[in-house]
């Protein structure tokens, strides 16, 4: 069964405030990725990572940051909340090698800035 | 022009109904197909995973790729209130991890009993 966990689910906060996304994963995968979801929208890959100590940007232009000091951890900090980063991101994980395509999500985190 | 296309609904059918659900794309580079499932609340789940054309059936579930037409679709028999969610089509050109998973924006569901 796939065990990844996104913290918060659900986050208020006012412009200007600095927030980490916290996102873990248990299955011992080297891909992990952020993706950003509007309602409607297709997802937007920001950020992913294919092991420890690599992080490259996504398609999606984005003022966040993520850090890959270990393998079942990859957060997301944006050190300027703007009411633009009012979104759901998803993280999720993907298997071993380029073997695998399937990628599993968290339950994603709901941001709302004011 | 986005590269891949999908409806997104909402598609309302009555239960036991059959449901097609279709995505277009423009890059016939693209030779790996996914149809994902997303509850509300819930990130998407895998669902079905096909390689270049051709169908593939699990339990009620059918995808089918037609390269020919850049169309893919999911058809779901017998279609339960379980079903209702949104459903998101993926595709990438290679297995490699160079290339990138390209979303549609996903289809939303409505199964009525």
């Known amino acids: 069964e796939a065990d990844i966990y996104q913290t918060p689910r659900y986050l208020v906060i006012g412009t200007g405030k600095k927030i980490t996304l916290e996102c873990s994963q248990t299955?011992?995968?080297?891909?992990m990725y952020w993706y950003q979801q509007d309602p409607g929208m297709e997802l937007h890959l920001i950020h992913y990572s294919y092991g420890v100590n690599s992080t490259e940007k996504g398609d999606l232009s984005s003022e966040s940051t993520v850090s890959r000091i270990r393998t079942e951890h990859f957060p997301l900090t944006l050190e300027s909340a703007r009411p633009s980063h009012t979104s759901q991101y998803l993280c999720?994980?993907?298997?071993f090698g380029t073997g695998s395509s399937e990628q599993y999500f968290g339950p994603g985190t709901r941001l709302t800035v004011t | 022009q986005k590269e891949v296309e999908q409806d997104p609904g909402p598609l309302s059918v009555p239960e036991g109904a059959i449901v097609s659900l279709n995505c277009t794309y423009s890059?016939?580079?693209?030779?790996?197909f996914m149809w994902y499932r997303q509850y509300s609340r819930k990130g998407p789940e895998l669902l079905m995973y096909?390689?270049s054309s051709g169908n593939k059936e699990d339990g009620r579930f059918t995808a089918q790729v037609d390269k020919s037409s850049k169309y893919i679709s999911l058809f779901i028999r017998d279609s339960q209130p379980s079903d209702s969610a949104t459903y998101l089509c993926?595709?990438?050109?290679?297995?490699?991890?160079?290339?990138?998973?390209?979303w549609g924006a996903g289809t939303k569901l409505i199964i009525k009993p």
């Open positions: 299955m011992g995968h080297d891909k």
């Open positions: 999720a994980s993907s298997g």
């Open positions: 096909t390689y």
């Open positions: 890059n016939s580079a693209f030779q790996y």
């Open positions: 993926a595709m990438k050109q290679a297995i490699s991890s160079n290339y990138q998973l390209i």
